[in-house]
């Protein structure tokens, strides 16, 4: 049996660190908002890894890499043979971090990084197991819209800054609640967690 935090790779902590060193930095510097890290803080990484390795068989989908302090969280969630996390980067400046830390992190074995825009290619996935949504709040209502109904039956889609976005996502918030697709709520994790888990049975078309 395998476990999570056990015993993490050196390579993957040192990245791990320069990443929370730089992020930290960029904040005290007054980094502009697009050109910082915007990453997650550890405890909400840790959350993910364990949200991830729960999830169902499937597709493990990223979107958000910016300098790949998540996906690194994600690659401990990948423990199936064959299975990898797709993570989506817009920015090429924050690609290019990104390949770096998953080269230096060594798990390039484990995490495929797309320099794209998302919206693109999620019609190529279905039955996703797990989604983490973590990029421009305009995108996340819909974003939600294509990845719920390819979400496998216990998937479950992930998005940041439900908290500390409340007012922007108030409306996708909303949505979410009443969806009769998903059961979800709200952690108050890092700067707040939407957690939806797709039902087995709906009561809607596919």
């Known amino acids: 049996m395998s476990y999570l935090f056990a015993d993490l790779p050196k390579p993957l902590l040192e990245r791990m660190s320069y990443l929370e060193a730089r992020d930290g930095k960029d904040r005290q ?8 890290m915007r990453q997650v803080p550890p405890e909400t990484g840790m959350l993910l890894a364990l ?11 990223e ?13 401990l969630a990948v423990q199936r043979a064959g299975t990898q996390l797709v993570t989506f980067e817009l920015l090429p400046e924050k690609a ?12 390039g074995n484990k995490v495929q990084l797309i320099n794209g825009d998302a919206r693109g290619h999620l019609s190529s996935y279905e039955g996703i197991a797990f989604a983490f949504v973590d990029c421009e709040k305009e995108m996340y209502a819909e974003l939600y819209e294509e990845i719920v109904p390819r979400l496998a039956a216990g998937g479950i889609l992930v998005a940041d800054n439900a908290i500390s976005h409340a007012d922007d996502l108030a409306a996708l918030l909303q949505r979410a609640r009443a ?11 890092g700067k707040g967690l939407m957690v939806c888990v797709k039902r087995t049975l709906t009561s809607e078309a596919e």
């Open 63 to 75: 979107i958000g890499t910016s300098g790949g302090y998540s996906a690194l969280w994600l690659s």
């Open 179 to 189: 969806d009769e697709r998903v059961d979800m709520t709200v952690l108050p994790v």
């Open 96 to 107: 290019e971090i990104a390949r770096e830390t998953f080269e230096k992190a060594e798990v």
């Open 29 to 36: 510097d007054g980094t502009p908002r697009l050109k910082r």
């Open 51 to 61: 949200l991830a390795g729960s999830a169902p068989e499937g597709a493990l989908i």
